[in-house]
């Protein structure tokens, strides 16, 4: 059988690019759940969505509608699996921003202050329910913005993330119960700041 | 007052690529009326949300969901305003697919022709209710895929567009009523392929 | 096989209750499309929805993501079918409200002026989307309130529809383009208020 | 000032039915948590919404689009209310099903094994996201069904709550971080039946 890579999805998890017993004030035992369970399951869940497409697509007598509730589950496992590995791949360093990705944020919102004061407003916001914030840059329109997104169907267009914070309450739960606030101190206090200016200036050229 | 880029939005409406009079099967009417109405009004609703976020982030009272709230109308116009704009970019054409961009079609879906039933059959299924059916390139996984939409607030994660069909009701039912499969077929005739082979190429560079 | 009534649907679609060619501003072709069509069309999807859910739960190896999007799909095709037979059967009528459903419904909102201007200006802002503006009373929390839906999943918790108006675009844009207000002001030309006074009435007792 | 009951909402919240200290495999912290942050918080959230609309509906500048996006919040807390408020009441029990309560789900799902099956497994597939497991009876259909939630703002068209089990992660991380089986069979050693009995006798009535 050809292989159709529309069709295909990756077979493994992308291994955390840090030590999960080394972060400050996220215990190793959330993240790896989160890893493993949370990111994990979206992995294997894409594979199973992408093999059913597969045959629901050579079938001639699948209803269109229902062919699409296999097509939202593959936009919401896509949108899981992608924006995980940009949440993993984004903490792991210091919590310091540098010179160059502070002046390209505090650019676009007038101060790095407005940024991450609109950043952790939204992620405030979002606590006790589900969702992203992405911090992202929109192709389209050449802005970095903050967007919202209540869960992982939503996602801005023609936007590539810089930066992502999960607010499902399977980030926090279980080492602050509902307190959300507390999450996203310790949050940025883990920003790998390097990946964000990698991001920033890959972004550009697009 | 100093420019906040982040919190702006076009003041404009980006023109029609090509004579609205011209299109094989879909009325200049139609078109005008989508352009204007539908477009034209997120394009407002954009600028009007961008005021107001401005205006609620200074204000420390905000509560955050509320603050999120505009956030989300953030999203979801943002995809309206960037989905038309690639929607009305990608008509005006002969409907007839180059070589390249078959290839680069073919090669991901395993057939040009299995690619254009996917696409065909998710828009059937979206007919009389609101959406989109993008092909997209996804800079994260690097695959060239389908996505199904059901609103504005929707998007793939990391993916630029490549070729847009609105399947929100404006898109059709002033020429068609419910026929959507109608103007599905009279959308496939009008393709403007040398965009769409644009895109393919620029997206491939991100 | 024994008959197991929560897989079950309804096989007809429940006659309109009016002459369609009748109607106050509001042309009989876009009332039959709309009932024929939109209606007609989710009451099928939802037989069909029913049976695969019926197969799909003798299948111990369905996955559960997998059938959720059949659940999802059963929860959006029971609220198209439901919400369209309230609108249709509070169409037919003269659009003038009798002494007790005005009272009714000014002892909710203060005056009956504001009740009809919460539900015009939801109606306005559903204009070039999809959704509906549904009254209803809360058995919950003993409430007549207006209720906004995007899309035919939403749905007030524990509420039963007291006057329900279609946003969605297949209700107007055949006889009014992208011109929502005037089918606005036609609908409420049209209501059938004897049937909104009887659902008061009813849901009181509830 | 006059009172606008449509604008209003409760003050405080409504007291747990049992002692939280004596549920079977959860945990007093687990509930307290749940029962004060994110039932409290949508108590607290849906008074401020309400509050905030009354002022947006005087004010005619008011664009309708924004004036949506509050009801939308709306919409979202008054499901996040009422469905809590059914959920901490059906739990509390000893979870032993009584014959009328058993008779009458398997008259609607052909066995009450089937209806436990369906029910347990729209929960394994709703566990790492958001949403709930209602068991409702459709007061237009006339019907007793399960229904899938992806959030507070779903909720099946006019139909009264039976059963409510909550999949929000804030449910169960706590006690059992991804293990949402765990909580699932948890929840089910505690449903308060005499409550789901009660609620069947009413809805019949309606």
Known sequence: MTSIPAFESQATLKPLSFDPAKLAGLSERLIRSHWENNYGGSVKALATVKKQLAEAL?????????????KREHLLRTGSVVFHECYFDNLGGNGQAGANERKAIADAFGSFDTWETEFRRMGAGLGGGSGWVILGFNVHTRQLENYWLGDHAHGPAATLPILAMDMYEHSYQM???????????AFFQNIQWEEVARRIGSAAKA
Chains 1, 2, 3, 4 share one sequence.
């Open 58 to 70: 050579a079938n001639k007598d699948t209803p269109a509608f229902i062919y699409n509730d296999l």
């Open 175 to 185: 080492d602050f119960g509902a307190a959300a606030a507390q999450y996203i101190d």
